[in-house]
């Protein structure tokens, strides 16, 4: 039986609902580098643009992150 990765896990995701952020992948996955799962999925023919989103922590401090948003794929065919 296959070993189901972080990686596959967060490339459903991606196809499935367009797009991701670090809190969703932690806390549904528990992965900590979502920017270099998202460098490797680039890496295998995947489109994905980061936006950068302002929101606000719980303290009420302006905080940034990274949504990245799923566009297709580069060559039409994806090896993750």
Known sequence: MARTTKTS?????LIEHGYI??????????AE?????I????ERGMDI???MQVDKDRYG???QFAK???RGEVD???KA
């Open 9 to 13: 896990l967060i490339k459903q995701v």
């Open 76 to 78: 039409g065919t994806s």
């Open 33 to 37: 580098r979502l920017g270099s799962i």
């Open 61 to 63: 401090n302006t905080i």
């Open 39 to 42: 460098f490797n999925l680039r």
């Open 49 to 51: 643009e980061t936006q």
């Open 21 to 30: 952020t670090a809190k969703t992948a932690w806390e549904q996955f528990g």
């Open 68 to 70: 990245y948003i799923y």
